[in-house]
Structures are given as structure tokens and as C-alpha cells.
């Protein structure tokens, strides 16, 4: 069976049943220690981990089982950024928690077909935070929402949370390289060659803009206690319901990039094919629902078909950046010839 994203802003109603099942996954994950490998902290801390930081927002504790060192050298602090490992190493990230909510989803009666909803904030009318997320309130209980968190600013600040149109764009859709140059250059639409990258300072294309925009617009920060909104920190991140939602969309990007024009293809080198493991760095490892072990390397991430999923909508954007400048250069290019025909 193939599994089909949507748009969250399209399922129907705040509480359709895509993102209440999501709802009542997160909540089964987070009722899980620290120490677990499925509970939702765990998942966090697989993006990123940063002790003090998670203690000052009240998400660890003393009391707080770690697990063992080993488990943490495997798995924590993961993430790949600033580097042409972001969208494979984030898209295993996606199926990881998404077979896990799945699993959660269907132990608890819910649909055997569900899959993460995306937010696509660049539709006009979509770019406010879908409002499952955005208060306490939620069907199967008052006021403790699983999918609302309230470290999330916005972009002034104040607690009203929405992508403004205008600071963010689709432009590396536009960028025919997937690798990026690191002397300057272009950035490239999926990023710069490196090692396993935890937190590379050259960011591709698409992990610039929309990805990095999105996460400090979304999150902002407190302005009484100067501390960022989890979104705003890849320590703090994947803390936050919306996370995955928002990769969803980055995940979705990548795959429009692939189909439009077809030309546009992913590095064809064995370094980024098979991964940072066969340069001796670490390898990418991600739990399994029933808590063991998978490996995986980009090569395997790169066709949804083999993935077993897909997407509700892979057109590219109605004003297509790629188009738009093709337009521009024709019309330069053409204008003077026309004018002396
Ligand atoms: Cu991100």
C-alpha cells in the first residue's frame, strides 16, 4: 500500500481525523521516559539534545532516566545541517517517527493508512499555524492538547504564529545543482559536501529558505526569559508537534525539485549514495517501532515509490521560481532582436 501525506490545511476540518489520530500518537509517545527509544523525547533528542537548555524550558529533569551512553552515541544528536545530508538524513528521520505514530495510532483503534500531514505555509490563507496546534483545547480532552505548545512566539514575538509571505520563498526549486559550492557560489538546492554533519555553517538551498526561515519565524523567542521557542533551536526542535509537519513540507519540496524539471538530479557519488558510515563517521540508525535498530543510507531515501509513500500534491508552485526566471532571461535576451523585427 502506498501511504498519502496531505496538506493539513485541506483535510477538512481543525480535527479531522488525520491530525487528531496525529494527536493522540503524540500524546502515546510522550507518556514514554526519556529513556525509551520511542517516546517522543527520545525522538527529540535524536535531532538534538541540549541538556541546559531543555532543563530552563522544563522538558528534562534530574529525576529524568537517561539511557545508557552507547544508546546515546547511536542515536543522539543526529541531525545533519549545513550539509548535502539534510533531506535524506531528515526524510529516514520522518519515516522513523511516522512508523512509530502508526503504530501508536493503530494499538489504539485508528486507521492502518494514516500518515503525517504536511503544512505547506506558502498558500496564501495556509500560512497561519493550523489551529489543531494552536490552543490547549482538543476533542478528547480540555485543555491538554498534545499538539499545542506554548514556546512557540511567531515571528513578533507574541504568541501570533504565521509564516509572513514575504520573508520566505521556493527560489532553490530554481537551482538545477543539488550539491552546493562551499568557496561561495551558489549554496545548491540540497547543500554543500561534507562528512557526518551535526551542525555544518554552509546550509544548502532548501535548508535555508523555506527550512531555516521557517523554524526561527515559527518559533521565535520568549521575550521576558530571552529563551528561543523550541522550534527556533535544533536542540529544542523536534520538541514541538509541528516540527513534522514542517520537515513534511521539506520533504515534499525535495521530491517536486526531483520531478520538475526532470533534469534536476540527486549527487550521483558513492560518499552522499552511501552515506557518511563508509568514510568511517557515523552512520544513520533510527528506532524501529518495536525499539531495534535501522540503518540507512540516502541512496535508499531518494523515490518515494520505494518508500511506500507519497504526497497529495507534487506540482510545482503556481508561480514556479524556475519559470518565473526563465521568463526574465527569455524576455531580456529576446527583447532587442523583437524590438528590430
Ligand atoms: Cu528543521
Redesign the pocket.
Known amino acids: 500500500m502506498t501511504y498519502t501525506r496531505r496538506n493539513v490545511w485541506l483535510l477538512g476540518a481543525t480535527w479531522a481525523d488525520p491530525i487528531l489520530w496525529y494527536a493522540r500518537g503524540v500524546k502515546a509517545m510522550q507518556a514514554r521516559a526519556l529513556n525509551q527509544l520511542t517516546s517522543w523525547k527520545f525522538f527529540a533528542a535524536i535531532h538534538g539534545l541540549d541538556s541546559g537548555l531543555w532543563q530552563q524550558l522544563g522538558y528534562l529533569s534530574a529525576s529524568d532516566p537517561m539511557p545508557s551512553k552507547t544508546v546515546q552515541a547511536t542515536y543522539w544528536n543526529q541531525c545533519q545541517h549545513g550539509s548535502w545530508y539534510f533531506l535524506p538524513w531528515?526524510r529516514g528521520y520522518l519515516l522513523a517517527v511516522e512508523a512509530i505514530l502508526r503504530a501508536e495510532i493503530v494499538k489504539l483503534g485508528g486507521p492502518a493508512d494514516w500518515a503525517l500531514p504536511y503544512w505547506n505555509y506558502f498558500k496564501s490563507g495556509e500560512n497561519t499555524l493550523p489551529p489543531a496546534f494552536a490552543s490547549a483545547a482538543w476533542p478528547d480532552g480540555k485543555d491538554d492538547n498534545p499538539l499545542y505548545i506554548p514556546q512557540r512566539y511567531g515571528p513578533n514575538n507574541d504568541g501570533n504564529v504565521f509564516v509572513p509571505l514575504s520573508q520566505v520563498n521556493e527560489r532553490a526549486l530554481g537551482d538545477a545543482r543539488f550539491i552546493g559550492q562551499s568557496g561561495g557560489g551558489s549554496p545548491g538546492f540540497g547543500g554543500v559536501q561534507t562528512k557526518f554533519s551535526h551542525a555544518g555553517t554552509i546550509h544548502g538551498g532548501i535548508e535555508t529558505q523555506p527550512?531555516d526561515w521557517v523554524?526561527g519565524l515559527v518559533g521565535g523567542s520568549d521575550t521576558g526569559s530571552g529563551l528561543p521557542g523550541l522550534m527556533s533551536d535544533?536542540d529544542t526542535?523536534a520538541l514541538d508537534p509541528v516540527?513534522w509537519l514542517?520537515?513534511g513540507n521539506?520533504d515534499r519540496l525535495w521530491t517536486v525539485w526531483r520531478l520538475n524539471p526532470a533534469s534536476h538530479i540527486d549527487p550521483g557519488v558513492s560518499a552522499w549514495l552511501k552515506g557518511p558510515a563508509t568514510g568511517g563517521g557515523r552512520a544513520f540508525t533510527l528506532p524501529k517501532p518495536d525499539g531495534s535498530a535501522w540503518t540507512y543510507t540516502p541512496s535508499q531515501m531518494e523515490t518515494l515509490a520505494t518508500l511506500g509513500y507519497t504526497y497529495d500534491d507534487l506540482a510545482p508552485p503556481a508561480a514556479a521560481p524556475i519559470t518565473r526566471l526563465q521568463q526574465l532571461g527569455f524576455a531580456a535576451a529576446g527583447a532587442p532582436s523583437a524590438t528590430g523585427r
Do not use: K, L, Q
Open positions: 531528515h527550512h523554524h535544533p526542535a516540527f514542517h520537515h521539506i
